[in-house]
Every structure is written in C-alpha cells, then in structure tokens.
C-alpha cells in the first residue's frame, strides 16, 4: 500500500504543504480566496528542529493504529489501508490525540477533530501536499509499514 | 472451530476482530445479556446531552454481525461455565457448547453499603438501559444526587446538567477523579465543573438515605429528588471463578488473554493487565486497553498470537469543554507549569518520564504517551513539557519512527 514518507534532508521548511493542505480540506477551489486572512489548521505539520532541520509530518497510516483501536466511538477505522475518519460519529473525547505517537491528530473548528485521510476526504483526491512540495521532501511511495513507538 | 464469546461490548469487537483477520471459518458467536447492537458505553452521557444519537453511538455499523459472520444471541444471559464438558448455561436454559470462550462480560456498577439504600428508589449510569430510565425520570425541576464524584460520576453530571434543575455530587474521596488526577489538576477541574453549576461534598461520604433525604459523614443533609450512584464497577467474572479460575479483583491471564483454565480467555473490564508503568497487576478498565486485550485474545484463537504487552493507563477527559489527558503513574519526582486555562505535571523516574498530567490543551500529548509507553531515557531526547514534537528525538530515530524500519 502506497503511503506518505517524508525525507528530512530535502525538506526547505518552507511549511507550503501545510497551505495546501488547508486548501485541500477547505472545500475552496481557489487557494487565495480559501485561505485569505484564515488562520490554517494543516492535516499536515511541519517540525523545524535544530541546525535548520524541517521535516513535515502527518498520519502515518499506522498498520495497527492505537488512535482506532482506541477510538471510543468507532469514529476512526482502516478503510483500505487509510485511516478515516467518520466526524459525525466523534464527540471529541480526544483520546486519539493522547493515543498517536506522532502527534497527527488535532482539534479541528466545526468538527472535533481532524487528520490526514490521505486527500480521499476532499475534491483534491490524493495528497495535495505530497503534488505540490517543491523540493519533493514529501512523496507517496510503496514503503514499510511505520513502526509506531 | 466454535468460538464463543460473552459480552458485546469493546473486548468482544476486539476478539471478533483479532480472529477474522486470519480466520474467516470458524464459527462465531456472541451472547450478551444487553439486547442492543453492540454500542459505545462511555457515549450514554453524550446521548443524554444531545452530542450523539442511538445510531451514531454504534461502535461498529449495523451490518457488523453480518460482515463478520458471527451470530448474536442478545438478550441472554450466561449463569454457568462447565470447562471440562466445554459448556455454557444460559439463564433462559439451554447449553451452548463451545471449543474456545472468550469471557467479555465486562461490569456492573457497585453498590456501596449505604443505610437505606436497598430500600431508596436509585439509578446507576453504566448502561444504555440506565442512561434511558434516568432520563424518563429526569424534570426540569430536578434536584439530582450523584453518589461518587469519578469519571462515571462526572460525565453523568455533564450528561443530564441541561435536563435538571441542580446537581450535588458527595464523594468519601476528598477529591475528584482521584483515579486519575492530583490534587492541584482536581481542584481545578472541580472549579470549572462548579462554575457550570455542579455542587460538591467531599471526603463527605454519604451514610445513610431515607425518603428523599441523603444525610452525610459531617451531619449535612441533602434533599434530592432523583439519587444516581455511580461509586465504581465491579466485573462480572463469578462464573469463572466459581470454577476455579486464578482472579485477583479481575480474572488473571497471560498477554494473550487466556485464563488459568483450558480454552477460556478473558478480556475487558472482566480482566486484569499487567501495566508496564508499574509493573502491577489491575483491571485498568479503559476502552483502548479492553479492546487491545480483546483482540489479542482473538489472534491467539485463530492462531496467530501477538502478545499484548503494553498495557497502561491512559484516560482522556472532557467536562464542560475542559479536557484533560492522563497517562502513566502519577508519583515520584514531577515537574509542574501552570497557566490560567493549562495545568501540566510530568512524573519522573530513572532518566525516563513515567507519566503526566495535562488539563486544557493536549495538543500532540500522544508523543508524551509514546515516550512513558516506550521508556525512551530522556537524556536521548529533548524533552519539552510545553510542546510535545519529533522534533526531540535524534534524527536516526525519528526517521524509523516516522518513515519505517526500512527507511
């Protein structure tokens, strides 16, 4: 199964994804009006650590994911290999959060939560972070399965 | 294969789950006591408030049974275990024999020897059928007594505020969710519960009830009109132990799941786990935890055994809008940083954080819950108990955890 993998050493920090990541979610067909004096919240985060070290992360679609096995609600389940999300079924007792080990998933405004459902959720239909990273730091490849720590 | 399992609720979705990924054969069936499609029980209190429906609080869609094969027998209760003859009596007689059981019986709510009580009208809150009588005798002019100020109690609080006129809470524990919680983060989630109207008595326990009185330990005494207890659970396991099964207050069983006697495992509420943050042997009794146990059990039935050895506590918690993330123990050395609207208390030990407690913004917590989970030593990590991220391990390590093993 094709997943997001993210190489550090080619990532600019130059947080791009996390603007199309809002514009893909939305639901806008134009960025500038979509995201114009919007403050984002991105599916997608990018860290920047020490020694001008970015790196961007988002769900890691996790073989045997803690945030659904925890779900208290049945909100969150693997539909093909993709985590989603059902936000009508969430009432926001953020266990996920406190599950995931990498931090992806986040309050939302007008749902409780939100996480990368991989573009499947919106008009973008694949990853819209992974299209437009300039610098190629974020690609959809056949990789191994994450191992959550 | 029969494969028969009691309970549905998480651990039976759990089990059922954990065998048909690799055993789409075998027969499936489930007895629970409860009519209802299998449902998610900490939702009842969002169903009172109004944030989910008798649909949406399905823990798995309605064609579940069907998808899985498995056939349900609710509304039937287990009185007996014969584990030589590989038998269940059902209460409605009748034997069901079975080749592997699967105890998921979950709990019922404990009953504390209060004065008068076996004769006051009461209700408890754990069950679908409990949240919908509270709520048939629930009037706006209400004036409600919780017995038992934990996560049942409270989240029944928040549940049924908008539907009665008061709410009084009286626990024998000088603090709220003393489970869970320290004594600085109680206080201040009972702060902002008093500020959406909610009363409390504590280390106040109430003795005794009589009419629609309750009188407490310091000679208070409380008029209600509706009396909800909601002192803790106790599991339901007396039909295993009655045929000799290894139990401390949850029945004992190894990481797959399987109890000292042949061919039955247990898991849920009903069962213990070994958390690896004390090394102690308890029922943890969350949802995570009972599904992981469930399905653990599941695999090892359909031969394919993962151990689940990674049991902890971790509770995630809103009241009134306040969240609060829990994870770990809560003793030893810590660390505390406190603003107006966000408490964080991290515990230390041995160079590794052991657990923590946040109230208001759990942004990212779930990296503070992989580093107790994984014991990663801190001095191989920047540790920032203000902004969880990646970013603190060192690169080789992050690059595993975030791109694979074969990255």
Redesign the interface.
Known sequence: MKRI??H?EWCLGCHLCEYYCAFANSGGDDMADALRGVAIRPRIAV????ND?H?A?SC?HCATP?CA??C???ALSVVDGVIRLDA??C?????????????C???SEGKPIQKCELCLNNSAGAPLCVQKCPNRAIVLEE??????? | MRIVIVGNSTAAVGAIEGIRLFDQKSEIIVIANEEAHTYSRPLISYLLEGKTDLQRMKYRPDDFYERHNVTALLGQTVTAVDAGAHELTLAAGGKVPYDKLVWAAGSRPFIPPVQGLDSAPYYTFQSLADAEKLASALSPDSRVLIIGAGLIGLKCAEGIAGRCARITIADIAPRILPSILDEEGAALVQAHAEKHGIRFHLGNAVQSVDGNTARLADGTALDYDILVVASGVKPNLEPLTAIGAKAGRGILTDANGLTSLPDIYAAGDVAESLDITDGLSRILAILPGAYQQGKAAGKAIAGFPVPFDEAMPVNSLGLFGLHMGTAGVAKGESTVTQTDADYRRFFFADGKLVGFILIGDLHRAGIYTALVRAKIPLDTVQFDPQKPALAAFAPAARQKMINGENA
């Open positions: 993998t993210v550090e860290e920047d650590a020490e070290v790196f992360v890691r803690r096995e925890g208290i609600t049945g009508d079924k009432v926001g007792c953020y266990t996920c959060i406190l599950l995931c080990p990498y931090g998933i986040t309050p990789g191994a399965v994450p191992c959550a720590l």
